[in-house]
């Protein structure tokens, strides 16, 4: 058994849930994961995968606009996206707009280092904003997990 998550700056990736299994009425919830930075994403995946969530992890807009849930679902419990994905086109509030409109998630939260009142204010808009450095962060994601249907 691996040791408790206490820093979302951990580097280690738990390894993904056996494959092949069926999914039931009782499958773990899916969770899409976004973030262009490797480490953080490796680390909040972890962190979800811990929960016994099923997690689909990707470090762009366009992956996460392709990226489907794992059958029976038909949309992901959640999204936990950046706001900055490294992409001048399209920011991470773009992302969960599209996703949102299309039905490929059923909620949003932000995991960010923003700062901008203004940014901030078009990303609460459509789920709440965790900050990237908060120590409380994994508790946070841990509660929020439990509680997906």
């Known amino acids: 058994m691996e040791p408790p998550i206490t820093s979302l700056r ?3 990736c738990a390894p993904a849930p056996p494959s092949g299994s069926s999914a039931t009425a009782s499958s773990p919830p899916a969770i899409l994961i976004v973030d262009d930075d ?5 680390a909040v995946t972890r962190l979800a995968r811990s929960t016994g969530a099923t997690v689909a992890s990707v470090t762009g807009a366009t992956a996460a606009m392709s990226t489907v849930p794992p059958p029976p679902r038909t949309a992901f419990a959640l999204a936990i ?3 900055d994905l490294g992409d001048p086109d399209q920011d991470g509030i773009d992302l969960a707009q599209g996703l949102l409109h299309l039905g490929r ?3 949003v939260v932000f995991y960010s280092a ?3 009142p203004e ?3 078009r990303a609460t808009a459509f789920g709440p904003v965790i900050p990237k450095g908060d120590p409380a962060a ?7 997990f439990a509680r997906l249907p």
């Open 119 to 121: 940014t901030l204010r």
């Open 81 to 83: 996206i950046d706001i």
């Open 38 to 42: 490797p480490n953080v994403l490796r």
């Open 114 to 116: 923003e700062t901008d």
């Open 10 to 12: 951990s580097y280690v």
């Open 138 to 144: 994994p508790t946070r994601f841990t509660a929020m």
């Open 105 to 107: 998630v059923r909620r």
